[in-house]
């Protein structure tokens, strides 16, 4: 089974910046691609960025040309670079790990965007 471990949340305030890891751990298991979540107070989960392990990113409107997702496979590691970060992007991040072994989720990590 694969471990994922996320850290780098906080409390930032508007148009300030956080970066978020992910590492994923675990015997014999090859990692697909990688990527985040986020879940607002009340609200549904909203899938924001991913990457494949050939590099290839997707990321949603909301985030995008604010966020970036790069991914160490050597170290089975992800980050996420949040730029310009708005009161709207505060919510609970959860990593989603796509790897041979299914689908793995990290505890999450709150973010919280306030003046």
């Known amino acids: 089974q694969v471990q994922v471990v996320e850290s780098g949340g906080g409390l930032v305030q508007p148009g300030g910046s956080l970066r978020l890891s992910c590492t994923a751990s675990g015997s014999n298991f090859s990692i697909n691609a990688m990527g985040w979540y986020r879940q607002a107070s009340g609200s549904t989960n909203d899938l924001i960025v991913a990457i494949t392990k050939d590099g290839t990113t997707n990321y949603a409107d909301s985030v995008k040309d604010r966020f970036t997702i790069s991914m160490d496979s050597a170290k089975n590691t992800a980050y996420l670079q949040m730029n310009d970060l708005k009161i709207e992007d505060t919510a609970v991040y959860y990593c989603?790990?796509?790897?041979?072994?299914?689908?793995?989720r990290g505890q999450g990590t709150q973010v919280t965007v306030s003046s």
């Open positions: 989603l790990i796509n790897s041979d072994q299914g689908m793995s």
